[in-house]
Structure formats: structure tokens, C-alpha cells
């Protein structure tokens, strides 16, 4: 009985401090990487642009700290595949969902990797700017 109570105290604690992960699907043309303070979140898309794939990220708990974590290794993955952009999927929530299970509490975010022409790129309004 003690050791099942250690177990699942050590798995409580392990997925609590969880760092932020991301995967990515290359779907389009992938380009060379880019930093990620290169990429710009867009709640909506820009008039031009061109699909690389998908992204995908979370990072622990609910704050405020794992919305900018989930946003940093969103902008992180894209960059690695050549998107300057992402169009979040949930703009309403300015692309953060939080998702609550048994012993799991995590921030997820979620978009369309893109690759925005520099002259378009600055006739829209991002979310935000990295």
C-alpha cells in the first residue's frame, strides 16, 4: 500500500512539472528555420499566405505563465519547419484551451503553420508579437 501511495505521488509531481511540448506536421513546402520571436500568432489569416503544415503545443497548469509557455513552443515548433506565421485554432480564446483531467492539468495551443510574403505580412493585425 505505501509503495502504490510513493508511485502515485511521484507520477502527481512528474506530470505537474511537466516543461512545455510541441509536434509539428509539414504538410506544405518547408522552409529554412527561423527563430521563434520570428513568428507571429494571427487570430485571423492574413490575405496571402502559403500552408507549411500544423503545430500543436501544451504546457502545464492553467496560469497565465503556461498560456506564454504553450505560445513560446507553439512559435518554436513553427519556426523549426520555416513558418513565420501561425493562425491560431481557437482565436476566441486568443489560441489558448485548457484542459483539465484526473492528474492532468495543461494548457494546449494549436495552429495553421504558415509562411507569410514580408509585403503581406504587414498589412494584417497579429494577435501578438513576439
Known amino acids: 500500500m505505501h509503495k502504490i501511495a510513493m508511485w502515485t505521488s511521484l507520477l502527481a509531481v512528474a506530470l505537474a512539472t511537466a516543461c512545455a511540448s510541441s509536434k509539428s506536421m509539414v504538410t506544405g ?3 529554412p528555420s527561423l527563430r521563434p520571436r520570428d513568428v507571429i ?13 500544423t503545430v500543436v ?7 497565465q505563465s503556461s498560456v506564454n509557455a504553450a505560445m513560446n513552443e507553439l512559435r518554436q515548433r513553427a519556426g523549426r519547419v520555416g513558418a513565420n506565421g501561425v493562425i491560431l485554432d481557437h482565436p476566441e480564446n486568443n489560441g489558448a484551451v485548457f484542459v483539465s483531467g ?8 494549436s495552429g495553421k503553420a504558415i509562411f507569410v510574403p514580408v509585403a503581406s505580412n504587414n498589412a494584417t493585425v497579429p ?3 513576439p
Not at 104 to 109: E, K, N, S, V
Request: net charge positive.
Open 29 to 31: 513546402k518547408s522552409r
Open 41 to 53: 500568432l494571427y487570430t485571423n489569416a492574413p490575405p496571402q499566405f502559403e500552408t507549411v503544415g
Open 127 to 129: 494577435v501578438t508579437k
Open 57 to 63: 503545443s501544451r504546457a502545464a497548469g492553467h496560469g
Open 102 to 109: 484526473f492528474l492532468d492539468r495543461h494548457t494546449r495551443a
